[in-house]
């Protein structure tokens, strides 16, 4: 996380008050720290302090069986819903994601969305608008686009059917 800040370790040791080379056996593993310090380390890199605490192993392979995933449902005045299909990896910063569109008699959305992450739709089901930059592009079952997430844009159903759209929100690179 802190190369993905582009902070050196120097710069999160001077913010924390702390060694550069207690940070970096911190970060190694080599070493257990007060959870004050943690706490610290956290702040600076603007992760909550559970995600610095979480002992869970990154994992090669990760099951998410479809009766275990939950479906988030919004409002329908979002325009969508959507289930997440894997937790994203602390490391990675790729979220896949099953973004519903909302049928188009029900869909009063007109806001654009904005976020920092890049993203990749695939159709997989339905047909949509993509509203991209003030550009209107019609998108099939099978059809996919990669775009930047900080340029205006919303999911607009074609019809009464609605739509699944395969989503992944990546991270920009370091």
């Not at 706490?39 to 610095?52: F, G, M, N, T």
């Not at 686009?145 to 989503?167: M, R």
């Given at each position: 996380m802190r190369l993905r800040s582009k902070k050196t370790q120097q710069q999160i040791a001077d913010e924390c008050e702390i060694s550069k080379s207690l940070l970096s056996k911190i970060e190694n593993g080599q070493t257990a720290s007060a959870i004050a310090?943690?706490?610290?380390?956290?702040?600076?890199?603007?992760?909550?302090?559970?995600?610095?605490?979480?002992d869970k192993l990154e994992q090669e392979l990760v099951l998410l069986p479809?009766?275990?995933?939950?479906?988030?449902?919004?409002?329908?005045?979002?325009?969508?819903?959507?289930?997440?299909?894997?937790?994203?990896?602390?490391?990675?910063?790729?979220?896949?994601?099953?973004v519903h569109v909302t049928p188009k008699?029900?869909?009063?959305?007109?806001?654009?969305?904005?976020?920092?992450?890049?993203?990749?739709?695939f159709i997989i089901e339905g047909s949509i608008h993509l509203y991209y930059d003030g550009n209107h592009h019609y998108m099939e079952k099978g059809d996919s686009?990669?775009?930047?997430?900080?340029?205006?844009?919303?999911?607009?159903?074609?019809?009464?059917?609605?739509?699944?759209?395969?989503?992944l929100f990546i991270d920009s690179p370091l």
């Open positions: 310090t943690l706490s610290k380390i956290s702040e600076a890199l603007q992760v909550p302090l559970s995600w610095v605490l979480d479809k009766a275990h995933r939950q479906s988030k449902v919004g409002d329908e005045n979002m325009g969508y819903s959507y289930e997440l299909l894997a937790n994203r990896s602390q490391f990675n910063g790729v979220e896949p994601t099953i008699a029900t869909n009063d959305r007109q806001e654009t969305y904005t976020h920092s992450q890049d993203e990749f739709i686009a990669y775009f930047q997430g900080s340029k205006a844009h919303l999911f607009i159903p074609v019809d009464n059917d609605g739509a699944k759209v395969l989503t």
